[in-house]
């Protein structure tokens, strides 16, 4: 559970980073954006990984809270 918790953070900070980048994307220079064209990249990158930080965060406080493996009986003969 550790692990996954380090890893809902960094997911987490990847995307703090590119929502950051996504709002200072309108400060660069026009001459620089129009040359890079990443602004449809930037929108795909930025649902994508809300999506799965979102999906992580509920996986993990799902496990956290309902801990269901523990409550099967049916594991116990292993």
Not at 16 to 41: D, E, H, L, M
Request: proline share 3%; net charge positive; charged share 10%.
């Amino acid at each position: 559970m550790d692990q996954f918790l380090y890893f809902n953070i960094l997911i987490s900070a990847l995307n703090i980073f590119i929502i950051v980048y996504a709002f200072s994307y309108n400060f660069f220079p026009k001459k620089w954006r129009n040359k890079v064209k990443q602004g449809t990249i930037i929108g795909l990158a930025l649902i994508f990984v809300t999506m799965i930080t979102m999906f992580s965060w509920v996986i993990y406080f799902y496990y956290l809270i309902f801990k269901p493996l523990e409550n099967l009986n049916f594991l116990a003969l292993i």
